[in-house]
């Protein structure tokens, strides 16, 4: 791992090669060094023991320089008005080295048009004894998803800079857990974005009610496509294949004319007529029937249900429709009512405001976004007012027959049965460990560290 200088002896240098070495490992371990020269031979890959085997053995060598201690790793982040170089100078180096390290680092990336909370690892080493300055060692800023810039001292004390790039492949990943805190949560502790979690959470919203139905140890399972570094971080996600939440299971399918939809076990269409809950997130406040009005203080009918939600929170269409109403309705304020088919309709109370475009005559499709809570009329907070109505009578929207969706036949379900038995295959493996779950695969992968040279 020593730098080749051919007019130079190469041992000479060793112990103060390794004092760089030390830096640029500890900040970059599980990273993939993409050679920049053509010429530059490729490294044999290490895995991770011996990856750390280095480390230690380079801040063994790194203990042994007088007048400092061994280098140690500093996490820092940038602070609302920071400039990179005040971000830089708090690891307790001089300003000047902080301004030579940020001035370095300007022929990689924008150190001018830096973002509050942007966050870099830097190696100090400390001066033993009273008296005396810390000295940067090394530095590691990440750029983007798979890639990241570095700095490491070199034998003769000038910084180097270092362009890293993970490699991405694509996989499928099989995720499955517990549900502790919430599903957001637990699903990204294998893996999944936040991207892919509300996907799940949309796809649940015909049958399941996030606040009511689930509890802390309900089990979940995931398959979706992502791209993912060697490291094991997801760049991107694709769609999910499979969702399970306490045994409802629903699979991804390309019917014949190019639409796709999601389907449970027996090839039913699992997109219900109408949404359970037409905002994310939110939970039921109040339900539907005779209580005491908050703002006027006497019993009377509450004919709808609900939900306590932040202001500003999108409110979804619970079907596909037509707008009936967007406007003002006393005491209901911003009211939006959506006509579906068969004589159903739904009606949104208490929004702040309307979604662009959103007048009556206007089409909308099953989770568009068509409002936002509010507190507009007689409200005492931010909430949403949902009313379901059935051929001009309310209808309580807890538990309401509402009708179901298409079931595959012929063709179709066959094609359907086979990518079941294909998805199904891949919970069985992973269930026995055949298949492990590639999340972990990813954590594990072999590294090879390689120089880029500027």
């Given amino acids: 791992m020593q730098e080749f ?20 490992c500890a900040l970059a371990l599980g990273w993939k060094l993409t050679a920049a020269e053509a010429t530059a031979p490729t490294p044999p890959p290490m895995d991770a023991a011996a990856i750390v085997a280095l480390q230690h053995e380079a801040f063994a060598q790194a203990e042994a320089q007088p007048g400092f201690t061994r280098p140690e790793n500093v996490a820092v982040k940038v602070l609302p008005g920071d400039t990179l170089e005040a971000a830089v100078a708090r690891t307790g180096i001089p300003l000047e080295e902080a301004r030579q390290a940020v001035n370095t680092l300007g022929a990689a990336m924008d150190t001018v048009h830096i973002k509050a909370g942007m966050t870099f690892d830097a190696a100090i080493a400390r001066p033993e004894g009273e008296g005396g300055q810390a000295r940067l060692v090394g530095l590691s800023l990440r750029t983007g998803p798979a890639t990241a810039v570095t700095l490491s001292r070199t034998f003769d004390g000038a910084l180097r800079l270092r362009e890293m790039e993970e490699a991405i492949r694509d996989e499928t990943t099989v995720a499955q857990g517990q549900i502790h805190g919430s599903l957001y949560e637990s699903a990204a502790e294998l893996g999944a974005t936040s ?87 939110a939970r039921i406040t109040s339900t539907f029937g005779r209580r005491r009005h908050p703002v006027l203080g006497y019993t009377r009918a509450h004919q709808g249900v609900d939900f306590g939600a932040g202001a500003g929170t999108p409110i979804l269409s619970a079907g596909d429709g037509v707008i009936v109403e967007a406007r003002r309705w006393g005491g209901y304020g911003n009211w939006v009512r959506v006509r579906h088919a068969n004589g159903w309709e739904t009606g949104y109370a208490h929004t702040s405001r309307f979604a662009k475009g959103i007048r009556a005559g206007v089409r909308v499709k099953q989770g568009q976004v068509i409002a936002y809570v509010g507190s507009t009329g007689l409200s005492t907070g931010p909430h949403l007012h949902y009313e379901v109505w059935r051929n001009g009578q309310r209808v309580n929207p807890i538990g309401a027959k509402v009708p179901q969706g298409t079931i595959l036949a012929g063709a179709e379900l066959n094609a359907f049965k086979a990518k079941k038995g294909r998805i199904d295959a891949l919970l069985a493996a992973n269930a026995t460990g055949e298949g492990a779950t590639k999340l972990a695969a990813a954590e594990t992968d072999t590294v090879q560290l390689a120089d880029l040279r500027r």
């Fill in 5 to 24: 200088d051919p007019r130079r002896p190469t041992l000479r240098y060793a112990p103060r090669l390794m004092v760089g070495l030390g830096g640029i």
């Fill in 195 to 281: 991207a892919v979690t509300a996907q799940v959470v949309k796809l649940f919203a015909h049958k399941l009610d996030f606040q009511r139905d689930i509890k802390a140890g309900d089990e979940f399972k995931l398959i979706f496509d992502r791209k993912v570094t060697e490291s094991g971080r997801t760049v991107e996600t694709g769609e999910v294949e499979y969702a399970e939440v306490k045994g409802v299971k629903f699979y991804r399918f390309e019917r014949k004319d190019g639409s796709v939809d999601y389907f449970d076990e027996d090839g039913k269409n699992v997109r219900g007529f109408l949404l359970r809950t037409p905002v994310d997130g």
